[in-house]
């Protein structure tokens, strides 16, 4: 696509809606539907060039999903473009989710940076590698809000709070498509999955989901919203049926919320086969119903399903479905081809050859993103970081201390293992020949019970100064339809770490993950633990910087991590109950006397074997800084409905080193016309602070910032609220406020 500056964007798209217009008066129906039709790779190249040259040349295909050889996507746009009758070009769409060929942490782990910035410049990256074979389409960001670490597509997410995952799903929009559809160096973005797929029952993927209106509205759809705000050029509907209606048949969806109430101009794409699927719901007979309850609903682009092209001919001409509900979905995908350059450049910046392997910007990116990504969730005696200097040999254990392919995550089709710094390799890099480094596996993959090579592990731990374990998940085992039941620590990873802590060398635990593990019993058996995610190509360097101390651990939770699967779901931004826990109330199943009465126990929203919270909550994670917060100081008591809350607040770091601390600010509205969660994050700040400094931090609220959807009104209701500041969802500097009015607003106030 070309370069155009801001104003020629502007410009083009105010002479777009003519060139649409006039380019759809000279479409036949079959040319229409065509570019509804997305079709998958064939695997062969001849073959696919016979199957798809022909549907090509006749126009009966909009875009192809799944090649990224750049020659063969170069061959296809030519015969489209060259070979075609009106040459329009075809949409080349990948899953991009979180790298291409520099693969950077899943999207959960960039999360924990609470840091847009590193997010869009690991998008920029994405999408320059992805351009360079072709590819002008991506289906990212996943904006779906989830709170349950059960559901393996919680990695692809950005974890349970709307607010984060609104603003790094619009920075994720801007890093691939730049400032706006069209500019140099982008490729169109796709917000999915739409909506609320995060809420699947029971941690099942494509499960049904049952949500409420007023939950929707507060907790999932904003997201999606302030993706559009950022000019995300397309949309995906979700597998899942929400309240007994499939997204992809959902008119309440894509047309009174998307079109309507947000006027979305782009175009909206089904999931893989999503149209399909409609009759497997149990909501049409078979496909020639699918097809018209999909168009009807206002899905524009079918997804590798065939099913458009091969039935909307015969419905229009069955008057089933109006013709100009075509024309309206082809002139969607028309806009935005044009928005992004595709007739004046449609082979982008690739010259139909393998591009150059990753430059070292991409993995400098790709490095920060990691650093950035890791949570500390423990650190006894504050044994970490590790003085090199000090030792003299460690060891390196465990199924994911050498692991090339899984330290990439889920979602990589384009990742390349021979790329990875494994975190082995970034220790070695590290010590040199100063320490003695001893690597034993222990175990061959995460889900391994074969304990037969434990006894040199443990020999290895015991002549060391310190034990670095490398635990947790394949990357298979998150992801799209892989969901787990348990979420310990799979296979015999526990009886490791066990019998090394046996040996009283210091242990360190590195963990990666797609998902938040139950870690009750692991905490038990390390000194400090660092949560990892799944960091990516740059793994290595990025632990061995944390580990030694060249930077300090900064990531915080995007997401609760729950004591038990039993707990599940459990987040911080839920509502207060009636009977909400009350510590001395919540009586341990261990401590219950026996023939206890029946109102003995606590009366109250708590399970006897695991109380009430969870093992760390949203918003934690721990530094080699110290930070301090006092002096919390609001620019009114009494905030009129068309007023700004000005928020400051003292920050210290007492430590003798610099840091990086995510300053938090949470607000609760305890009292309003539906129940409202306990806290809600508001705004957030990545801040550095040498060692010894003191900062004042400003935070500006707006009333829109306090507004809720009763159903399909969004308010701000006068009222006290509650403020917090501090570094986790569970921060005690609190100072409270009364807003004088009720005010009504607009969504895009709220995006
Ligand atoms: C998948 C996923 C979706 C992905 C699409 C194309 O089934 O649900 O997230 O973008 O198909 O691969």
């Known amino acids: 696509m070309g370069t155009v500056s801001m104003a020629e964007a502007r410009a083009r798209r105010d002479s777009i809606e003519d060139r649409v217009q006039q380019l759809l008066a000279q479409m036949t129906l079959m040319e229409k539907v065509g570019q509804m039709n997305q079709v998958q790779a064939a695997d062969y190249h001849l073959i696919h060039q016979e199957v798809h040259g022909a549907a090509i040349r006749a126009g009966h295909v909009g875009s192809i999903i799944n090649t990224v050889d750049p020659q063969e996507i170069r061959d296809l746009q030519r015969v489209a473009v060259e070979e075609s009758r009106l040459g329009i070009p075809l949409l080349f769409g990948r899953d991009v989710i979180h790298g291409f060929h520099t693969i950077l942490p899943i999207p959960l782990g960039q999360a924990a940076s609470f840091n847009p910035e590193i997010v869009r410049d690991g998008a920029r990256v994405a999408a320059a590698e992805a351009r360079a074979v072709g590819v002008n389409w991506t289906f990212a960001p996943m904006l779906d809000v989830s709170r349950d670490p059960r559901w393996g597509r919680i990695a692809e997410s950005f974890g349970e709070d709307p607010l984060l995952t609104g603003r790094l799903g619009a920075a994720m929009v801007r890093g691939l498509q730049g400032e706006y559809l069209g500019s140099a160096g982008g490729i169109l973005a796709c917000a999915k999955h739409f909506v609320g797929y995060g809420a699947s029952e029971g941690g099942r993927d494509y499960s049904s989901t049952n949500i409420s209106e007023n939950e929707l509205r507060n907790s999932y759809l904003g997201p999606f919203l302030a993706a559009l705000e950022a000019g995300c050029g397309t949309v995906m509907t979700s597998f899942s049926d929400l309240d007994g209606t499939p997204a992809s048949a959902n008119r309440f969806l894509l047309r009174d919320i998307l079109r309507e109430a947000w006027g979305f101009s782009g175009f909206v794409v089904s999931d893989w086969e999503s149209i399909s699927q409609l009759a497997t719901h149990g909501l049409t007979e078979g496909p020639r119903e699918s097809v018209a309850a ?38 969607h995908i028309l806009r935005i081809k044009m928005a992004l350059g595709l007739f004046e450049s449609p082979y982008g910046d690739s010259e139909g050859r393998a591009p150059a392997l990753p430059d070292g910007q991409a993995l400098r990116t790709a490095r920060e993103a990691a650093v950035q990504s890791v949570v500390m969730l423990k650190n006894a005696g504050d044994v970490l970081p590790l003085q090199a200097g000090s030792l003299r040999r460690v060891a390196v254990i465990g199924p994911l201390a050498d692991a090339p392919h899984d330290q990439l995550g889920t979602w990589v089709f384009d990742g390349r293992p021979e790329l990875s710094v494994t975190c082995l390799e970034g220790i070695r890099e590290h010590l040199g020949e100063r320490v003695d480094v001893d690597y034993v596996p222990a175990l061959a993959t995460s889900r391994s019970r074969d304990e037969s090579a ?11 100064d310190v034990a670095l374990l490398f635990l947790g998940e394949e990357a298979i085992l998150s992801g799209e339809a892989h969901c787990r039941a348990h979420i310990d620590l799979p296979g015999s990873q526990e009886a490791l770490l066990r019998q090394v802590k046996a040996t009283g060398t210091p242990v360190i635990a590195v963990i990666l993950a797609g998902r938040p593990l139950t870690l009750t019993r692991t905490l038990e058996n390390v000194d400090a633990l660092l949560y990892a995610w799944h960091p990516g190509t740059m793994a290595g360097p990025a632990i061995a910087d944390l580990l030694f101390g060249v930077r300090s651990p900064s990531g ?69 800084g110290r930070f301090y917060y006092w002096n919390l100081h609001l620019s009114t008591r009494e905030l009129p409905a068309d007023g700004t809350l000005e928020v400051s607040v003292d920050v210290a770091n007492e430590a003798d080193r610099g840091a990086e601390e995510v300053v938090q600010l949470y ?30 931090l400003h935070f500006r609220l707006s009333v829109a910032d306090l507004a809720f959807y009763n159903r399909d009104r969004l308010v701000a209701e006068a009222g006290e609220f509650q403020l917090w500041v501090g570094g986790s969802s569970s921060a005690d500097l609190q100072a409270s406020f009364r807003l004088l009015e009720s005010r009504e607003l607009q969504p895009s106030d709220a995006a």
Do not use: W
């Open 556 to 624: 915080k939770l995007p997401v609760s991590f729950p004591r038990a699967v039993g707990q599940i779901p459990i987040y911080y931004n839920h509502r207060n109950t009636g009977k909400p826990p009350v510590a001395q109330d919540m009586v341990h199943i261990d401590d219950i006397d026996p023939l206890a009465p029946q109102t003995s126990l606590g009366m109250c929203a708590f399970h006897l074997d695991e109380g009430a919270d969870p093992l760390f909550p949203f918003g934690f994670g721990l530094s080699y």
């Open 294 to 331: 999909a168009a009807n609903a206002g899905v524009d682009m079918d997804m590798a399903g065939g099913i458009y092209l091969q039935h909307l001919p015969e419905l229009v001409q069955d008057g089933v479905i109006d013709e100009a509900l075509i024309d309206q979905a082809v002139a």
């Open 667 to 696: 607000v609760r509205d305890p009292v309003a016309s539906i129940t409202r969660p306990v806290r809600e994050l508001k705004a957030f700040q990545r801040i550095h602070l040498d060692a010894g400094e003191t900062r004042t």
């Open 454 to 464: 434990f006894p040199e592990a443990v020999r290895a731990a015991a002549d060391a």
